[in-house]
């Protein structure tokens, strides 16, 4: 049996249309837990409203030392001070997403359709794969935590186990991943945040 791997919490937020009225859940959602990033979504294609959106919440989120990383738009990271992207699927914005953030931004993906393609990614410079629906009418759970387990027992670049719901918590803790990612419904209940890092915390060994 492998040594239990704690991993940290990968937060995506619903689309936002605007900054002001989610910037409370946000600070919330960040001091209920061990978040190592945040995933902001936008619910319009205007440029100048992500990024006026993520100008405003991406502060939030570094005061909790945690990284914001920006859907599907590697332009927008330094325009707004972001510290990455995260692409959805292989191809041509994944290319140019490393070409424009790396070494010194995070590139993360997810999205993808089979293993060759993970395993494809994998060789890249890319800081991790998130396995799992940003949504949760995409979710399917248990093809999730096969994903996951699958990877964080054969690859060494990091990995997102995506839950939706709070009973998918203690699989995916468990399954290897360094990141417990927690899909947009934990936004509207912080305290299933912080019941999600209760159980990483008690399933770690004592020492």
């Known amino acids: 049996m492998t040594d ?9 937020t619903p689309p936002l249309a605007s900054a002001d009225e989610f910037a409370p859940k946000l600070e919330k959602a960040l001091a209920s837990g061990d978040v190592a990033c945040v995933l902001l979504r ?5 440029e100048g409203a992500r990024k006026k959106i993520a100008k ?23 325009r707004a001070g972001l510290d990455g992207a995260h692409i959805t699927g292989a191809g041509e914005n ?11 931004r995070i590139v993360g993906v997810g999205g993808l359709d089979s293993r060759d393609a993970a395993m494809t990614i994998g060789e890249t410079d890319v800081d991790y794969l998130l396995f799992g629906a940003l949504d949760p009418e995409d979710n399917d759970a248990a093809a999730t935590l096969e994903w996951t387990a699958w990877w ?17 918590v203690e699989a995916l803790a468990t399954s290897g991943a360094e990141f417990l990612g927690l899909g947009p419904r934990f936004f509207d209940e912080p305290t299933e945040i912080a019941a999600a890092q209760a159980v990483i915390d008690a399933l770690e060994p004592e020492s």
């Open 56 to 78: 405003a919440l991406a502060p939030i989120v570094q005061k909790a030392e945690a990284a914001a990383l920006a859907l599907d738009d590697a332009q927008l990271v330094g």
């Open 152 to 168: 964080a027992e054969v690859f060494n670049v990091p990995c997102v186990g995506v839950a939706h719901a709070s009973g998918e």
């Open 42 to 46: 936008f619910a319009t294609a205007d």
């Open 94 to 104: 994944f290319d140019d997403a490393l070409e424009r953030l790396k070494p010194d």
């Open 4 to 12: 239990f791997i704690r991993p940290r919490l990968y937060l995506i």
